[in-house]
């Protein structure tokens, strides 16, 4: 396999067990693992599960019910060690986009009800005399995910109650201590998503990508304690650690290559090229068959 595009095969893993369909309003939002449902069956009143889907119960119609009810649930869950502690950050509960949320769910349980979770990540460089150097961070020794590992110079969750100007505003400031007027000059540069059964269930992600071109002085700083340190790296030590490692927290690396591709690092005579293209950009729905059967 490919050095680069074993990263894009590692965040899209074969789906080789089963999973039920979640649903709201008939619906599909979200794909549950049968032993995660045993858990389930404890809320009667808020889930409706059958042998073959699991729904959310039709007495619990609108936004905030919903909202509520699952709320209560994921408090629950986490309470009893199900799930990973209760975060009180609400994750979107969507058949498709943002927008088209039905409900929310806490982010600590997002990952076993299998939604489709939102995140912001940002390219952080410096354009010198001898090309583009980019701004890594290594994460904190005590994160509870890739702890030490390399990582993209701002990266965050996206929750359903903040816009994506808001929340990167936010995230640039407390995870590198970039200032507002700067943070605002970020300029979007489309999306990855990927599909990846994991330890808590079925991640179906989508990571909204950002340049930021930096002053030559400017230097993070961690101001929320989950960054031990940044350094500074020229692109072509950057790609290197991505084709030769796997130093860098998983979905990183494929921003990173995104921005190989984008700047040119990368070019259509690299080996694999139009597989890792296409690769960074998984559907959104192109999984569900697969899912249901487990292969």
């Given at each position: 396999?490919h050095?680069?595009?074993?990263?894009i095969?590692a965040?899209?893993?074969?789906i080789d067990?089963?999973?039920l369909?979640w649903?709201?309003d008939?619906?599909t939002?979200?794909w549950?693992?049968?032993?995660?449902?045993?858990?389930?069956?404890?809320?009667d009143g808020?889930f409706?599960?059958a042998e073959?889907d699991?729904a959310?119960a039709?007495?619990?119609q609108?936004?905030?019910?919903?909202?509520?009810?699952?709320?209560?649930?994921?408090?629950?869950?986490?309470?009893?060690?199900?799930?990973?502690p209760?975060?009180?950050e609400p994750?979107?509960?969507?058949?498709?986009?943002?927008?088209a949320a039905?409900?929310?769910?806490d982010?600590?349980a997002?990952?076993?009800?299998?939604?489709?979770?939102f995140?912001?990540?940002?390219?952080?460089?410096?354009?010198r005399?001898?090309?583009?150097?980019m701004w890594?961070?290594?994460?904190a020794?005590d994160?509870?995910?890739?702890?030490g590992a390399?990582?993209?110079m701002v990266?965050?969750g996206?929750?359903?109650?903040?816009?994506l100007?808001?929340?990167l505003?936010k995230?640039?400031?407390?995870?590198?201590?970039?200032?507002?007027?700067?943070?605002?000059?970020?300029?979007?540069?489309g999306?990855?998503?990927?599909?990846?059964v994991?330890e808590?269930?079925?991640?179906?992600d989508v990571?909204?990508c950002y340049?930021?071109?930096?002053p030559?002085?400017?230097?993070?700083?961690n101001?929320?304690?989950?960054v031990?340190?940044?350094v500074?790296m020229p692109?072509?030590?950057?790609?290197?650690?991505?084709r030769d490692?796997?130093?860098?927290k998983l979905?990183?690396?494929?921003?990173v290559?995104d921005?190989l591709?984008?700047h040119?690092?990368?070019?259509p005579?690299?080996?694999g090229y139009?597989?890792?293209?296409l690769?960074?950009?998984?559907p959104?729905?192109?999984a569900?068959?697969?899912?249901?059967?487990?292969?």
């Amino acid at each position: 396999m490919h050095a680069y595009y074993r990263h894009i095969a590692a965040c899209n893993t074969p789906i080789d067990e089963p999973f039920l369909p979640w649903r709201v309003d008939s619906r599909t939002v979200g794909w549950l693992r049968p032993r995660f449902v045993e858990h389930l069956r404890a809320f009667d009143g808020v889930f409706d599960v059958a042998e073959h889907d699991v729904a959310l119960a039709s007495r619990l119609q609108g936004f905030d019910a919903r909202s509520s009810a699952l709320r209560d649930v994921a408090r629950e869950l986490a309470a009893r060690g199900v799930t990973a502690p209760y975060m009180d950050e609400p994750y979107a509960v969507t058949p498709a986009g943002r927008d088209a949320a039905l409900c929310v769910v806490d982010r600590a349980a997002a990952a076993y009800f299998g939604v489709r979770s939102f995140g912001q990540h940002l390219n952080g460089f410096v354009r010198r005399a001898d090309g583009i150097h980019m701004w890594l961070g290594r994460r904190a020794r005590d994160r509870l995910l890739f702890p030490g590992a390399l990582d993209n110079m701002v990266a965050g969750g996206l929750p359903h109650a903040l816009g994506l100007g808001e929340n990167l505003v936010k995230e640039c400031a407390e995870e590198a201590g970039v200032p507002q007027n700067l943070a605002t000059q970020a300029v979007p540069v489309g999306v990855v998503s990927y599909n990846r059964v994991a330890e808590r269930g079925l991640r179906r992600d989508v990571l909204y990508c950002y340049d930021l071109e930096l002053p030559d002085d400017f230097v993070p700083c961690n101001t929320d304690g989950e960054v031990d340190s940044f350094v500074l790296m020229p692109i072509e030590e950057v790609a290197e650690i991505v084709r030769d490692t796997d130093e860098f927290k998983l979905n990183c690396n494929l921003v990173v290559i995104d921005f190989l591709v984008r700047h040119g690092i990368l070019d259509p005579a690299e080996p694999g090229y139009l597989d890792l293209v296409l690769g960074l950009r998984q559907p959104l729905h192109g999984a569900d068959t697969r899912i249901a059967s487990g292969s």
